[in-house]
């Protein structure tokens, strides 16, 4: 990890180094903090966060469902976002992860009493999937473990407990020599992979399961926005493992991931098995727009 100078906490901005918490810290032992991933693009005119305002408010949403009172507002948030990129010195992308957590001061599962801490940190941080992931597409599991039931958790907050799930199905493709797990719902159905959603193209139309049982990804909202704009269809509807195997493209999508062409899944060549033309042409149009050379979009930017 490339650190930075300093770290957004609780209002200040501390060194790197000073940013910890107490090993009795109520989130490291019960698993309730809502966080976000959000990515700042080093544009021509500097730094650019996308779509900040979408991010903070899903955040506030985590900490909502999952009923921790954020001490800040959704304006003192974004502007402490920026107070930190302009704190910090960079030289590429960045990534920036705001965690709202329960900090130390009570132990046991009732997490009412427990002091809510905020913190906003920010790094360099390249192709999550890695660059030769993006160019020529990655090799991907369906996973032995299914999505979070929508009974028992509860994925449309952003939220440190969902993770073990995934860091599971992660683990698992891995192991088995893939770089990233596809989980199906309890149903069967494609729900997303371990942190990015998911889509195919068939027949020239993009589809893209529903959010049911997935977090509403600001990406992937992206992505349907730019295929409308230029004139592809997008479905969203249910899809199984084996029509992901007869698609002609799949790709996944993410803050992290960006958009990262899946050219197996489950040992089954996906389309051509490389990054297809339309799975090109939405990374070109999505890079366009984050990099601020697309005015069309210019309000999804925020300049440091
Ligand atoms: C489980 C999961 N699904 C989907 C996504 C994609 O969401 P977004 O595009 O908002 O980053 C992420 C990443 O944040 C994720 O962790």
């Not at 903070?56 to 921790?68: D, E, H, M, P, Y």
């Not at 803050?255 to 297809?276: C, H, Y």
Request: with cysteine; aromatic share 10%.
């Amino acid at each position: 990890m490339k650190e930075a100078q300093y770290i957004w906490k609780d209002g200040e901005l501390v060194a790197w180094k000073d940013a910890t918490t107490h090993i009795l810290s109520h989130t490291l032992h019960y698993g309730n903090a809502a966080f976000e991933g959000t990515r700042a693009y080093a544009t021509p005119k500097g730094l650019a966060i996308f779509r900040l305002s979408d991010h903070t408010k899903r955040l506030l949403n985590s900490c909502k469902i999952v009923a921790i009172e954020c001490p800040y507002t959704q304006k003192q948030l974004e502007d402490a976002h920026i107070e930190l990129l302009r704190a910090n010195t960079y030289e590429g992308n960045v990534y920036l992860r705001p965690i709202v957590f329960l900090g130390y001061g009570v132990m046991g599962v009732n997490h009412m009493e427990a002091p809510v801490n905020v913190a906003i940190a920010a790094w360099e941080w390249g192709a999550y999937l890695g660059e030769e992931g993006i160019l020529n597409g990655i090799r991907v599991k369906t996973s032995s473990f299914a999505r979070n039931s929508v009974k028992s958790m509860m994925g449309k907050a952003k939220i440190a407990a969902n993770y073990l799930n995934s860091q599971m199905a992660k683990h698992e493709a891995l192991k088995c020599g893939c770089e990233e797990a596809l989980l199906l719902d309890e149903s069967g159905f494609v729900a997303e992979g371990s942190g990015e959603c998911f889509f195919i193209v068939r027949d020239g139309v993009l589809i893209t399961p529903t959010y049911e049982n997935s977090l509403e990804s600001i990406t992937q909202a992206t992505v349907i926005e730019i295929a409308k704009d230029i004139g592809i269809e997008v479905v969203q509807r249910r899809v199984s493992r084996d029509e992901v195997y007869i698609a002609d493209e799949a790709f996944f999508t993410g803050t992290a991931a960006e958009i990262t062409p899946v050219k197996e899944l489950d040992f089954r060549v996906i389309g051509s098995g490389k990054a297809g033309a339309i799975t090109q042409r939405l990374q070109k149009e999505f890079f366009s727009l984050v990099m601020g050379q697309n005015v069309k979009y210019s309000h999804y930017l925020t300049y440091i």
